[in-house]
């Protein structure tokens, strides 16, 4: 009897030992410091105001699903890896969205990344020179699409203009316009980008391709 009192008081002096050195070692992984690189557009500090309730939270559980919904309130983010070094600190590369155009739409203003998703604006100084989208996202995605299909020159272009008929016209860097139909105006592109090449037609500046079989050249 006395053995097993003596057994029991070493189970239970063991056991409460390595549930309070279990207590001590788990605020030794309590997030303190983000790392973050490959940002090139967003600027750091915007990126760790994403982390603002995070900080504190115990690196090893916290769902990466956290992260994210943290990093998606940015719309420059495409992308990102995360990895978690412990004891206390978050490394995060980001991945981001390239801006392609401007777009303007009932007063509002923003980027259009490649896959034409809107992000929010911000002046950036190397991207001063984009061209301007006057319509909506949905149309201009089409019609991207579209132009990607033949190997559009897109550096040539500084304004897309979208009507109220769905028709788009163009407006070139070298101030030429290109009036397009509503429909089938792939063929009217690949006419004019033939075109442009010869002299005798780069003194007009309007290639209206609005009629069907016609060209005005003004």
Known sequence: MKNQSIIALLL??????????????????????????????????DIQKLFETVYGKNLIFLDNQEIEKALIQNSFIETFKIKKIYPNTLKI???????????????????????????????LK???RLPYVFGNEDEFRIFYNNLKKINFPFHLIKKYTLYNSQ?????????KIIKLPPKDYIKNIDNY????????????NVFDYR????????
């Open 93 to 123: 590369e980001i991945f981001e969205k390239k801006p392609i155009a401007v777009l303007l739409n009932k007063k509002k203003k923003f980027y259009l990344s490649e896959k034409i998703e809107l992000i929010d604006f911000i002046e």
């Open 211 to 218: 009629i069907n079989n016609q060209l005005i050249l003004k």
């Open 167 to 175: 028709r788009w016209d163009l407006e070139t860097t070298n101030n």
């Open 12 to 45: 239970f002096l063991l056991l409460t030992t390595f549930v309070s050195q279990k207590k001590i070692n788990f605020t030794h992984f309590n997030l303190e410091k983000i790392i973050i690189e490959n940002n090139l557009l967003i600027k750091e500090k």
């Open 193 to 204: 980008i033939k075109l442009i090449k010869k002299k005798e037609f780069q003194k007009y």
């Open 126 to 128: 190397n991207y001063q």
